[in-house]
Every structure is written in structure tokens, then in C-alpha cells.
């Protein structure tokens, strides 16, 4: 006994085209197989990519960004949209790409404070950097200045030290980001002084309150307040990574400025959601790494302050894995938290 029984068709259907019975026999083949399976991957990107930058433009994340984005559209004909999504220290963007589809087409740029510092400097951060991402490749590594304007009286650290000491809490510094705020703070519990932060969402504001006299210094990425330090708007008083900048070869770091082993650097990396298919991943590491071998964009983010980093996705994994506790213990013992 049939298991099945069908009335017979009032017409037949007329037989399909050999090309047709192909096309249909390879797109159910494509949806059989796995999400992760190279096959299933040729046709990626499907549409423009988004990589969401948790700065403002202009930021030292966004000029990293830009270049980036744009050699990789370049080499490989596709379409990579560059989204500002500043906010609560670059945590509203990066926790929406977490929360994003892991299909390849949301990608975010983290860098050292909303991935390593973020999380224990923010008591309730939405997203877990070491589970709701994957990270894709490392960008760059910049170290941070502090600057003033040409008007101030402040011509070294040592000067703000001396003016931080005879009035405590007076003497403000411009923050943005949780990296300039914590390599702000080590700076000050080094010296032993006080300054107020003052909090801004970007420098493009906490610059022009510095030159306006609103605020007495500001602190930021090199790639960040390199162009203003050129163009004479401000004067850089230190560095905080072990070297001096080649960009800056005139300003000492602070471990020359008489406090040695001090040593703060932020680094760049684009990251897309959990689940994202591996073989989506390492298509986009091998963009990024194509990118980062040329002349020009590795010359722009040198001009810029920064250092070309590139490798593996595991590479990056690593990296976020020891310093995501390295940075939350620099957290607690600076004192440093969200006010």
C-alpha cells in the first residue's frame, strides 16, 4: 500500500530547462550546507559592509579606521561604510555590533579602553568583549599625549606637577575615552598630584575649550592631536609610551620626565559578532593584512603617530585575553572609575 497517494496532474508540467535544473540543484545545495563552510561563503560580502568606529570622526579610532576601510574596499571591489557611533566611552558601539546579525556585515573598531579597560572601569558594561566578539585583526598601537595650549604657562610636565601640588583638584585635564582617562590618572598617581578631569564624547570640543582657556590640558591618542600639535595650535608636553614618538621627536616621555617603567599605549582592532562563520573571518583578516602591506596606508598611519600591527585573528585573541586582566588590575589600583 502506497505510504502517499496523489491525484494525477490535470496537465503535465512541461520539462525544465538543463540550465534551470542546475541553478535550482546548486542553490539547494548552497542552503544545505553549514554556515561556516567556504562554499557557502563565495558570494560574501552580499552587501556593503559596516564598520561601526564608537568615536567621533576625527578621533584617532576614526582616522585608523578610514584608512583601513577604504584600501580594503579598494583591493577588493567591495563597499565599506564607515559608521560614527560615539558614546559612554565607546561602549554604545561596540555593544550594538555585539548585538548585531554574525553574517560579516557589522564589523566594529575596538581599541584598548572598550575592550580591555571598559569592562571592570563600567560596574554594568553590556557586552563581554571575550564572548559577544570575535576578533578579526589588530590595526595599529599609538601611545597618548598630553598637550596644552600655546597660551599656557606649562611649558613640561614638571610645570603642571609644581602648579598640580601648590593647588590640588584645580588644575583641569580634558578626558575622552577610558584609556586617556587612565593614562591620565597613572600619570597623576606617579607624580603624586590631583588634577579635575573633565569628561568630553570627542577631542574636536575638549580642543577648542583648551585653546579657548576653558581647560588647562587635554590628553588623547597621538593619531589624535597630532595634527593640532603640527599646525601650532598646541603645545605636547609628554608621551606616555617607553619611546618617543617619531612624530613627536621633540617631547619627552614621561619616564624621561622622572617617572621610569611608565609605559601606556592603545591599540586598534577590528572585531565582528560572536558566531560571525570562520571562514568570514579569515576572508576579512586576509583583507585587513592586504591592506596594511601597502606603502600608503602603512604611511598614513606611521604620519599619524601610529605603529602597523596586522597578523592573525588569533594573534588579536591573545592579545585581548592578557590584557583584558592586565588593564583591569591597572584599573582598581589607580582608583580610577566611571563618575
Known amino acids: 500500500m502506497p505510504l502517499l497517494s496523489l491525484p494525477p496532474l490535470a496537465r503535465p508540467l512541461p520539462p525544465l530547462p538543463l540550465r534551470l535544473c542546475a541553478?535550482?540543484?546548486?542553490?539547494?545545495?548552497?542552503?544545505?550546507?553549514?554556515?561556516?563552510?567556504?562554499?557557502?561563503?563565495?558570494?560574501?560580502?552580499?552587501?556593503?559592509?559596516?564598520?561601526?568606529?564608537?568615536?567621533?570622526?576625527?578621533?584617532?579610532?576614526?582616522?585608523?579606521?578610514?584608512?583601513?576601510?577604504?584600501?580594503?574596499?579598494?583591493?577588493?571591489?567591495?563597499?565599506?561604510?564607515?559608521?560614527?557611533?560615539?558614546?559612554?566611552?565607546?561602549?554604545?558601539?561596540?555593544?550594538?555590533?555585539?548585538?548585531?546579525?554574525?553574517?560579516?556585515?557589522?564589523?566594529?573598531?575596538?581599541?584598548?579602553?572598550?575592550?580591555a579597560i571598559n569592562p571592570t572601569l563600567y560596574p554594568q558594561l553590556p557586552y563581554d568583549p571575550l564572548k559577544d566578539l570575535v576578533p578579526v585583526a589588530l590595526l595599529s598601537s599609538s601611545p597618548i599625549v598630553l598637550v596644552t595650549s600655546l597660551k599656557s604657562a606649562f611649558k613640561t610636565y614638571a610645570d603642571v606637577v609644581t602648579a598640580a601640588r601648590m593647588q590640588p583638584d584645580t588644575v583641569t585635564l580634558g578626558v575622552a575615552g577610558s584609556t586617556a582617562q587612565l593614562a591620565g590618572k597613572l600619570a597623576e598617581n606617579a607624580a603624586g598630584i590631583r588634577l579635575r578631569h573633565i569628561p568630553y564624547k570627542g577631542a574636536a570640543q575638549g580642543v577648542t575649550d583648551l585653546v579657548g582657556g576653558q581647560i588647562d590640558l587635554y590628553i588623547s591618542s597621538v593619531p589624535t592631536l597630532l595634527g593640532q600639535v603640527r599646525n601650532g595650535r598646541l603645545r605636547a608636553l609628554a608621551i606616555t609610551s617607553a619611546r618617543r614618538s617619531g612624530q613627536l621627536p621633540d617631547t619627552p616621555t614621561l619616564a624621561e620626565s622622572g617617572y621610569p617603567g611608565f609605559d601606556v599605549t592603545t591599540w586598534y582592532g577590528i572585531?565582528?559578532?560572536?558566531?560571525t562563520p570562520a571562514a568570514i573571518v579569515q576572508q576579512l583578516n586576509q583583507a585587513i593584512n592586504q591592506a596594511l602591506a601597502q606603502p600608503d596606508v602603512a604611511e598614513k598611519l606611521r604620519s599619524e603617530g601610529g605603529e602597523v600591527l596586522g597578523g592573525s585573528a588569533e594573534r588579536f585573541a591573545e592579545l585581548l585575553r592578557t590584557e583584558v586582566p592586565r588593564w583591569g588590575k591597572i584599573v582598581k589600583d589607580s582608583g580610577a572609575s566611571v563618575n
Open 271 to 275: 572585531l565582528a559578532p560572536a558566531g
Open 23 to 115: 541553478a535550482a540543484w546548486l542553490a539547494l545545495a548552497l542552503a544545505a550546507l553549514p554556515a561556516g563552510s567556504p562554499l557557502a561563503q563565495q558570494g560574501y560580502p552580499g552587501r556593503p559592509i559596516r564598520l561601526v568606529v564608537p568615536f567621533p570622526p576625527g578621533s584617532g579610532s576614526d582616522i585608523t579606521a578610514r584608512t583601513v576601510a577604504q584600501k580594503m574596499a579598494e583591493q577588493n571591489h567591495w563597499s565599506v561604510l564607515v559608521d560614527n557611533r560615539p558614546g559612554a566611552g565607546g561602549n554604545l558601539g561596540v555593544d550594538s555590533v555585539a548585538k548585531s546579525a554574525p553574517d560579516g556585515h557589522t564589523l566594529v573598531l575596538g581599541q584598548t579602553n572598550n575592550l
